[in-house]
């Protein structure tokens, strides 16, 4: 019970990050994912949005909108799970 407890508790704040990022548009990009993905998302997933949600504003957003090549380091399947998502939307 405690371990689904502390993973809901992940995923709240996980949650509530990907949806106050400051502004609107950062807001609509990773809170939609999030709403469509977090659930399913497995314990090295969660970890790796959660790096992801640590990450400047602008460079996700660029990454997103292709204006910036997402960086060597960055690339994992969340990421590629973003930008799949809004190619979609």
């Known amino acids: 019970m405690a371990e689904a407890d ?20 950062m807001d609509l990009l990773l809170g939609r994912f999030a709403d469509a993905h977090l ?3 497995d314990d090295g997933q969660l970890a790796r ?3 992801l949600l ?3 504003d602008p460079d996700i957003h660029a ?5 910036r090549e997402v960086p060597e380091h960055q690339k994992n399947d969340i990421v590629e799970m973003i ?4 190619k979609t939307q």
């Open 39 to 41: 659930d399913a998302m």
């Open 49 to 51: 949005f959660e790096v």
């Open 83 to 86: 930008l799949n998502f809004h």
């Open 63 to 67: 990454w997103v909108d292709g204006r």
């Open 54 to 56: 640590n990450q400047p």
């Open 6 to 25: 502390d993973r809901d508790s992940r995923t709240k704040r996980l949650h509530y990050r990907a949806w106050r990022r400051g502004t609107l548009e």
